[in-house]
């Protein structure tokens, strides 16, 4: 009788133990625990868009002189770099204010010369060569490229640290190796670069392609940021064409 019970025992343990196996094997990386992405991804694009604006005309600069924009951009990265050099990490919450601050810096500065060069454009003070008003747009739209792939990758499941942690369940942009992982490897989940394909693709296409949005700040983000493509790209083109003529 005690041996019966005694493989009952077993038998019960090895249920239990390959059915804990089965869920940690069920559980995606994207929900678990996991290491920061690395730094220097996000550091180099930031740093592109800060060249982009030292690019722009004076008039549509937000600050003078020209250079104390960048200068306060090239700050805020370099403390979010000496706080975290090589990956990003949830150290302290400092680090997330100060992420969150230089991209809503980068975003005025942007969103102030769209501003400024539609209402150029519109009232017709938009100039008479149409190499530099193509340059001009051409800089505002990739530097909106770079500045709404920033707020992905800030808001997404509370952002990257947030990520780190795997604290939230549920995702608010829909990767396609989400639902698929048989076309992912076991460790794989959404870094910067994904989140700045799906700016590209949103800003070009004017619609979600192979990344949905599920949550409704994330459909109103998208929206928003297709308005602000759609009407820089139309202006811009109609105006340099209309030159060209």
Not at 70 to 84: N, R
Request: no cysteine.
């Amino acid at each position: 009788m005690d041996d019966d019970m005694d493989d009952a025992r077993s038998r019960l343990a090895r249920i239990e133990r390959l059915l804990e196996s089965g869920e940690r094997e069920l559980v995606p990386a994207w929900r678990q625990a996991t290491r920061g992405e690395p730094r220097w991804t996000v550091t180099a694009v930031i740093l592109a868009a800060v060249a982009l604006q030292m690019t722009l005309p004076h008039r549509l600069i937000l600050l003078h002189p020209s250079w104390a924009l960048p200068a306060l951009e090239l700050a805020l990265l370099a403390a979010l770099v000496a706080g975290s050099p090589r990956r990003v990490e949830p150290r302290t919450r400092l680090l997330r204010y100060l992420g969150l601050t230089l991209a809503g810096v980068i975003s005025v500065a942007n969103g102030w010369a769209a501003v400024r060069l539609v209402g150029d454009l519109v009232s017709g003070r938009g100039g008479d060569n149409a190499v530099p008003l193509l340059l001009t747009g051409g800089v505002i739209w990739l530097t909106n490229v770079i500045v709404f792939a920033l707020w992905y990758w800030e808001w997404d499941r509370g952002g990257p640290m947030a990520r780190v942690r795997g604290q939230h369940q549920y995702a608010d942009f829909l990767f396609v190796q989400m639902q698929s992982p048989e076309l992912a490897p076991p460790d794989w989940e959404p870094a910067f670069p994904d989140y700045l394909y799906l700016s590209f693709t949103n800003a070009t296409a004017f619609s979600p392609t192979d990344v949905m949005p599920l949550s409704r700040w994330s459909k109103m983000l998208m929206m928003l940021q297709s308005s602000v493509s759609l009407v820089t790209v139309v202006l811009v083109v109609a105006r340099a064409v209309n030159i060209l003529k």
